[in-house]
């Protein structure tokens, strides 16, 4: 059984307007990889087709060996895939705890929750000391780890994350990255979308340049990190 | 003075019943955005179909309420897939679909209700009907407290769903986001079902107690369509506490007036009150927020 994620010609429109012209990528298992590109660039959309947010027009994505492109988003993430919407997408009016049960929804394995739940708490002692607070409380960073901690309660063997790093100071996205880390040593596989492209590509084993719905570029990270086309265009250098 | 007091409670009784219609309404709309016109008409329905079973079997009336329960949670469970399609299906506008297509309801209920039983009002005789027992020096209509207290138990049990159970974590959660709901493992479509269902039983439920203590007749439900408005506006849209508060209120509201200014003002009053709530407090009671 092929495990991770492959998308083989993925398009994607809104209305009639194609966002996303016939991308292929694949994400191995254990691997972190990014998609990098400028706003606008079809990252997000991306994203939420793979996770069955929206319908695609053409192409294919199969999960661990499923085809997931026809399943709605509630059965892609029962097959152990789990997205971190763009802004976050946190339950306001829910208390830390609950956004955190919500994430366990679809499991039954009452041992696992817990022992997810404790592992989170680890990852995020933040989240421990607020977690009777309500989720629209929070700061931006907090409910970023929230957004992540939440994401990590599914179970999920894989995880999609849509800007981590987006409005957020420094010192804490530093820390975000960090995490992405640490969950990858965990096991698990991490889909990022980034536009601090010099952050993802120094995490990430390999990267995805996305310019206007149409790969531009792929490799290994340090490759990409030190091609020109990309330091200029991304990295904000000009060293070439 | 004891006039007064006897207002205060037969207000409270009533707004017991109203309680249980403005959570459901207040819940379908929160989860589904639709603002159910037919909400009248769903309680007409209720109010209908226990006096034809009790017509047809001579079974008291309140003794069917819980089949009545089920009997419209089944209807709204296969019913409501039919509403999304109407306000989804590549609909630039789907809140004013919902309204056009729930009021065509509302209009094609009553107006059958109408053709298939005529014009004549109808009454219901349950075994509580006629029964007053006194406190203090309060006489207390027995059906009345028997309804209230039976819709504050059920609306009680509902919050307790909402709040305590996985099921209401889901509710919830798909009412505040439904897109990300659904990325947490929720099956959104299948809640908005169960939360329409859940909706029509506590209407048919208070449709049996209305028709019961006033009376049943096709005509019944646009008050009490007005009524939900005021309640979830009041209340503030898509709070469940707020719409609780607002259901007591117009209780007492529609009490007071009857006794103090006259039934026929009772519009009059309900919308000039809620308007000056809106001057106050442009969110409602309670503003937004489970």
Partial sequence: ????????????????????????????????????????????????AVSGMIPIKEGSIEFDGTLTDRLPSHKVTQLG????????????????????????????????????????????????ERSQQLGGTLSGGEQQMLAVGRALMTGASMLLLDEPSMGLAPVL????????IDIREQGKTILLVEQNAAMALAIADRGYVLETGNIALSGQADYLANHPEVSKAYLGGDIA | MDLFFQTLVNGLLIGGIYIAVAAGFTLCFGVLHVIDFAVGEWVMLGAFAVFWLNFFTGVDPLIFLPLIMVLFMIVGYYFQPLLQRVITNQQSNALLMALAFTFG????????????????????????SGKNFEILGISIPALRFGATVFAVLVTLLFMFLLYKTKLGLAVRAAAERQDVAGLMGIDSSNIARIVYAIYLGLTAMSGTFLGSIFSVHPDMGLRYTLFAFFVVVAGGLGSIQGAILAGIMLGLINSFVAVYVGGQYIFLILFTVLYLILLVAPKGILGKGW
Wanted: hydrophobic share 45%; glycine share 10%.
């Fill in chain 1, 81 to 128: 895939m789990a997205h971190v919407p763009e802004g976050r997408g946190i339950f306001t009016r829910m208390s830390v705890l609950d956004n955190l049960k919500v994430g366990a929804y679809q499991r039954n394995d009452k041992q696992g929750i817990q022992t997810d739940l404790e592992m989170v708490f680890e990852l995020f002692p933040r989240l421990a």
């Fill in chain 1, 173 to 180: 996205v530093e820390s975000i990255f960090e995490v992405c």
């Fill in chain 1, 1 to 48: 059984m092929a495990t991770g994620l492959n998308v083989k010609n993925l398009k994607v429109a809104y209305g009639n307007i194609e966002a996303v012209h016939g991308v292929s990528f694949d994400v191995k298992e254990g691997e972190i990889v990014t998609l990098i590109g400028a706003n606008g660039a079809g990252k997000s959309t991306i994203l939420r």
């Fill in chain 2, 105 to 128: 309801m509302s209009i094609l209920f009553r107006g059958s209700a109408l053709t298939l039983f005529g014009f004549n009002q109808r009454s219901l005789t349950t075994f509580l």
